[in-house]
Structure formats: C-alpha cells, structure tokens
C-alpha cells in the first residue's frame, strides 16, 4: 500500500481508527491487531479493539483510478472498486466520462460512507461500505485534494487546491450546496472533534483558516507557519 492514501472503516459500527498492518505478516491472519478507538463514554478516551473481519481498509489508487478493498483481519485483498480506466494520455480527452486521479479518502465517522476525492477529474465520489457500490458523484472545484464528512454526515467539504475555495458537497443526495472562499491553494480539510468547526491548510499560503460549519463562514486566521506548502495536517484528539 506504499504510496496510496488508506482509511479504515469499521462495517456498522460507529468508530473509525488506524491499523498498524505491520504488526502481523502478509500471509497470516492478524492475530494481536488493534485499532485506537473514541468512546462515547468515560469522557471520549480511547480503547483498544480488536481488528475483526467486519472492518476494512480502503487505499485509493491514483494510477488505476480504481479504491481497494482489504479485510485487515486476514491481510487478504478482497476486490477493487473501479471509479476510471488505467491512466492514459486517452483519460484526459473531453469525451473520457470516469474519474481520473483517485486519490484522497475520507471515511464518515459511522464508517457507513466513503468519501473519494479525485484531484484530476475534480470529482467526489461517495460509496457505501456496507456494499461497495457507489451511491453518487459530483463534480467539484479544480484540483481537489483532501476532504472530510462533516460529524452527522450530511455534508462532504474538500479543497479545491487550484482555486481559493472549499466546495461543500450534498453527501446524501450528491450536488454542491456552496463554495467558501478560504484563501490561496487550500489543500485538506480537518473537523473538530466536536463537529464545529472546519481546519483548512494551504499550499500557497503559511497560515490555517478556521470556518464555522454550520454558517459557513471563517471563524479565523492563523497566520505565522514557518512557510507556505503546507502539505498535511492533524488536529489533537481533544481537539485544542
């Protein structure tokens, strides 16, 4: 999975972690395997639990235009989801209908919804995990990245690195329901624990800007990164 963008979701359950597939061998079963996981209760603190063969992880693969389905529990690739053909001079004409640069992946935090993001065709698929189908797609911003569900899942915000704006997707119906203007070169989308507020990183500019997510409009500015390309973020689980 080197050089694929992964996540995992746990099929109906109601949290979604990171495994360390490193722990077992390829060829055994993942005996031993656990995933960090927030609670609901005892104030949001995480515990291990067990990776089953009911979670999977999904990698998105930017040359074959196609997301890969893994049972983590036995190390064993179980299928791909096609989204594009094989990337070829052919994907880029005007007539090509599929997506092309599947890359970023975002899972709902039921894990019910799969958010991808393809930065080349500019579209966001959502597919369903309980099935693997996919249940709409919309065309987005240039450029887009990285995205996220919003905490109830109605909504899939993701930036559109070749313009100033995140575009904030129906994740039930499909379609836009607005563009916010964040600033130059806007590149992932991070949610609060909470569920409040959105975190936009930018490749263009040395700063992170805050929006609200229910107004849609920008909370405020942190402005002072060492530099500008800032190509990834994290927030604490707290969320300070």
């Known amino acids: 999975m080197l050089g694929a963008t992964a996540a995992l979701a746990g099929i109906g359950a109601t949290?979604?972690?990171?495994?360390?597939?490193?722990?077992?061998?390829?060829?055994?079963?993942?005996?031993?395997?656990?995933?960090e996981v927030r609670t609901t209760a005892g104030g949001g603190t995480s515990v291990k639990v067990p990776v089953s063969g009911r979670d999977r992880v999904y990698t998105a693969d930017q040359t074959s235009n196609t997301v890969t389905v893994i049972d983590p529990s036995i190390n064993r690739t179980l299928g791909t989801i096609a989204l594009g053909a094989q990337r070829l001079g052919a994907t880029l004409s005007p007539q090509y209908t599929g997506d092309v640069g599947v890359h970023g992946l975002a899972a709902s935090r039921d894990g019910k919804r799969l958010g991808v993001v393809s930065v080349t065709s500019n579209t966001v698929t959502v597919i369903d995990t309980a099935t693997n189908k996919v249940i709409h797609e919309t065309d987005v911003g240039r450029a887009s990245h990285e995205g996220v569900f919003t905490a109830d899942g109605k909504q899939f915000w993701v930036a559109d690195r070749g313009r100033d704006t995140v575009t904030v997707v129906d994740a039930v119906r499909g379609g836009v329901v607005s563009q916010i203007k964040v600033g130059p070169g806007p590149f992932k989308v991070l949610l609060s624990p909470d569920g409040r507020t959105a975190y936009i990183n930018h490749i263009s500019a040395p700063e992170i800007t805050a929006v609200d997510v229910r107004t849609h409009e920008i909370r405020y500015t942190v402005k002072g990164l060492g530099d500008a390309f800032s190509s990834d973020a994290a927030i604490s689980p707290d969320g300070t």
Request: avoid cysteine; proline fraction near 10%; hydrophobic fraction near 50%.
């Open 15 to 35: 949290a979604v972690g990171a495994v360390d597939l490193a722990q077992a061998q390829p060829s055994s079963p993942a005996a031993g395997l656990y995933s």
